[in-house]
């Protein structure tokens, strides 16, 4: 089946550095999205891209689908300690085959700010 | 928005006996529905897709008759562990989203924490 390849696992940063994590995918999705899932909670819905080459922000955060729609980056800019958490990249298979109407995630990158 | 919620949020149970876990759409009706079992430290992993007044389809290596679905009405789903095992112990969220749009399931409940002792 598809698989998203995450990077890195894991990221131990200052406050107030920037972050970013990426995902690969040996099959193209037709939707990324990134995700926040804090520790015993479900994961929070953060960007999610449709179109191949788009560039989205929401507030510190930017994602970008990659042209190619096989990847996806996701840039976190002047972390803050709230920052911490785990975070998701996913791919939506509509693109036919066993994943289709399915979301397949990634290993995540559990991100670590210092104050 | 689109509010998915989860009751309980955690549970223990005795090895053997079964536990129900339900998934609610708060402000919306849901004709689909999805189920993930997340391991500590680990991703989601899709365990089935339940369908309104349709059987759920389960994917490969998850026992049908072991985690059994029932998706009766377009706001609830439930999630019944059978003869519950430590091995299952595990953190299970669902997530639904709005009929009206594509049902891409991008929205999750709050997951429950499954303990088998």
């Known amino acids: 089946g598809q698989q998203l390849n995450q990077s890195p696992q894991s990221m131990f940063i200052q406050e107030g550095e920037d972050v970013s994590m990426n995902c690969t995918s040996s099959s193209i999705f037709n939707t990324w999205l990134w995700y926040k899932q804090d520790p015993g909670e479900g994961p929070v819905l953060l960007i999610a891209l449709y179109k191949a080459g788009e560039l989205t922000s929401n507030g510190r955060l930017t994602a970008q689908f990659g042209i190619t729609r096989k990847d996806s980056f996701l840039n976190i800019s002047a972390s803050i300690p709230s920052d911490v958490g785990i975070y998701f990249c996913a791919g939506y298979g509509n693109a036919g085959g066993t994943s289709y109407g399915k979301l397949t995630f990634g290993q995540g990158t559990i991100l670590t700010v210092h104050p | 928005g689109a509010v998915v919620s989860q009751h309980p949020s955690w549970v223990i149970c005795k090895s053997g006996t079964s536990v129900k876990i339900e998934c609610r759409s708060l402000d919306f009706q849901a004709t689909t529905m999805f189920w993930y079992r997340q391991f500590p430290k680990q991703s989601l992993m899709l365990m089935a897709t339940s369908n309104e007044g349709s059987k759920a389809t389960y994917e490969q290596g998850v026992e049908k008759d072991k985690f059994l679905i029932n998706h009766a009405s377009l706001t609830l789903s439930t999630l019944t562990v059978t003869s519950a095992h430590p091995e299952d112990s595990s953190f299970y969220i669902c997530?639904?989203?709005?009929?009206?749009?594509?049902?891409?399931?991008?929205?999750f409940g709050s997951g429950t924490r499954l303990t088998v002792v």
């Open positions: 997530s639904a989203d709005p009929t009206d749009t594509n049902s891409y399931g991008y929205t």
